[in-house]
C-alpha cells in the first residue's frame, strides 16, 4: 500500500473532514498523487450537508492503520502440489533460493510445509535408521520422471507403493542368495550392463528393474520383463546416482511438516512478529477468510518497510490520531491547536498556526503556491472555517 492518507481526528467535525479533503487536493496538485483524504470516524449531519452541497464524496474511512500481515508478505506464493516429487520440489527450492515450500491442493489449501531440513532427514538417516536409506516411495510413472529416463515396459506406473532398493553390482550367485531376504513384488533392481543380473530379477519377478548409463536394453530382455510383468526403466545416470534419484522419486506428502502456524492477511504485525520470532519455522502460510493461501510470511519479512504513510490535519496528538499512527510513518502535521506530546522519527514539516480553523491554513496553502483552487473545494474549506468558527464568532477566530 503506497498511499499517502491524509486524515484528521478520531472524532472529525466539519474541519477536519474538509481540511482532510482540500489538504489531500493540494498535495495532488503539487506533485504528491497518491496522497488520499481518510477518516477515522463517523460523519454527522453537518458534514453530510456539507459534502452534499458540494458534490464531493466523503472520505475513506480508516479505522486502524496499524501494520497488517499483508503489508509485508509475499502475495506471490510458491508452491508445490501434493503429487510433485522431492526431487521436483528441490529443484524449485534450488531455482528460487527458497528453504521452505508449501503444499497446496487444488482449493489453496495449505496441507503441510515442505523444507529443506525435512528432506535432509530422509535423505540422510541417522546411523539407527540405515536400513530407511535403501528404503524408497514411489510409483513406477514418478521413478521414470524424476530420473529423466524412459520406461521401456511399464506395469501399474501409478500405484505408489514402499519398495526396496538393490544394487545389481555383484555376482549372479551372491545376487541370487539376497533375493530371498525381501518379498521380490517389493524390490526395485538397479544395475548396469550386467545381462545376466537384468534377467535374474526378471525370471524372479521384481517390481522393477532399473538400467543405467543410458545403455539399450537387449530385445530379449525386454520381451522376458514383458512376460513376467516386470517394470524395465532405462535411466540416462550412471547407478549410483540413479539410486540417490530413486529415493527423490517420493512425493512431498511423506516428508511435510503437518504441524505449522498459518497467520491471516488482516492480523496486526506487532502481536505476529513474537509468535514468529519464537517458531522453529521460517516461513508462514497466510490465509483469507476461507482458509485459501494468499501469501506467505518469512521471519526477513518483518524487517521490510512498511510503505503506508501519514499526515495529520486538525490535531498534533497521538491520542486523538487514528489507531496504530505511532507505528507508521508521519510526514506532516497541519494544525492549529496548541501542540500536545507528538514524537517522531525523523524531522518532519510541522505547520502549526494560530488560526480559526485548519481549513483556513489549507486555503492558504492553494493562495501562497499560486495553486488553482477548484471551487468545490474551495467551499469545503470555507464550510471548514465558518463551522470551527462558530461563522467567526469564537475567539478562535482571526
Do not use: W
Request: aromatic share 6%; hydrophobic share 45%.
Amino acid at each position: 500500500m503506497n498511499e499517502v492518507l491524509v486524515i484528521g481526528h478520531r472524532n472529525p467535525d466539519t474541519d477536519s473532514i474538509c481540511s482532510a479533503i482540500g489538504y489531500a487536493e493540494f498535495k495532488r496538485r503539487t506533485g504528491m498523487a497518491n496522497a488520499v483524504a481518510a477518516r477515522c470516524g463517523d460523519t454527522n449531519d453537518r458534514i453530510d450537508f456539507v459534502l452534499k452541497t458540494f458534490g464531493v464524496p466523503t472520505p475513506r474511512f480508516v479505522a486502524d492503520v496499524s501494520p497488517r500481515i499483508r503489508d509485508v508478505m509475499q502475495s506471490e506464493v510458491i508452491s508445490v502440489s501434493p503429487q510433485t516429487t522431492v526431487a521436483e520440489a528441490l529443484r524449485i527450492m534450488d531455482e528460487r533460493s527458497i528453504r521452505v515450500l508449501p503444499v497446496l491442493d487444488e482449493h489453496r489449501v495449505c496441507r503441510g510445509l515442505v523444507s529443506l531440513f525435512k528432506m535432509s532427514k530422509y535423505f540422510f538417516p541417522t546411523p539407527n535408521r540405515l536400513f530407511d536409506s535403501r528404503r524408497v516411495v514411489a510409483s513406477v510413472a514418478n521413478l521414470a520422471r524424476t530420473l529423466g529416463g524412459k520406461a521401456i515396459h511399464a506395469v501399474a506406473p501409478e500405484r505408489e507403493e514402499e519398495l526396496m532398493l538393490i544394487i545389481g553390482a555383484m555376482s549372479v550367485a551372491l545376487f541370487a542368495e539376497r533375493l530371498p531376504n525381501y518379498a521380490h513384488e517389493k524390490i526395485i533392481v538397479v544395475v548396469g550392463d550386467r545381462k545376466e543380473i537384468q534377467e535374474r530379477a526378471i525370471t524372479e519377478e521384481v517390481r522393477v528393474v532399473i538400467v543405467t548409463g543410458g545403455i539399450e536394453v537387449n530385445p530379449a530382455t525386454i520381451a522376458l520383463a514383458q512376460r513376467h510383468q516386470v517394470s524395465l526403466l532405462s535411466s540416462p545416470h550412471d547407478t549410483a546416482t540413479t539410486a540417490m534419484l530413486c529415493r527423490a522419486a517420493i512425493t512431498v506428502p511423506h516428508v511435510v511438516h503437518e504441524r505449522f502456524l498459518t497467520f491471516t492477511e488482516d492480523e496486526t504485525l506487532a502481536p505476529v512478529q513474537r509468535i514468529a520470532s519464537e517458531s522453529q519455522f521460517h516461513a508462514f502460510p497466510v490465509l483469507d477468510q476461507q482458509q485459501r493461501t494468499v501469501g506467505i510470511l518469512t521471519k526477513s519479512d518483518f524487517l521490510k518497510k512498511i510503505e503506508r504513510r501519514l499526515i495529520l490535519v486538525d490535531h498534533n496528538e497521538l491520542s486523538q490520531a487514528v489507531h496504530g499512527a505511532d507505528q507508521v510513518e508521519i510526514l506532516e502535521i497541519i494544525d492549529h491547536h496548541r501542540i500536545g506530546a507528538l514524537t517522531t522519527q525523523q524531522p518532519i514539516l510541522f505547520r502549526n498556526e494560530p488560526v480559526g480553523s485548519t481549513s483556513t491554513i489549507v486555503a492558504d496553502c492553494f493562495f501562497r503556491h499560486q495553486v488553482e483552487l477548484p471551487p468545490a473545494i474551495a467551499g469545503l474549506l470555507l464550510a471548514g472555517l465558518v463551522s470551527d468558527t462558530l461563522n467567526l464568532t469564537s475567539p478562535t477566530a482571526t
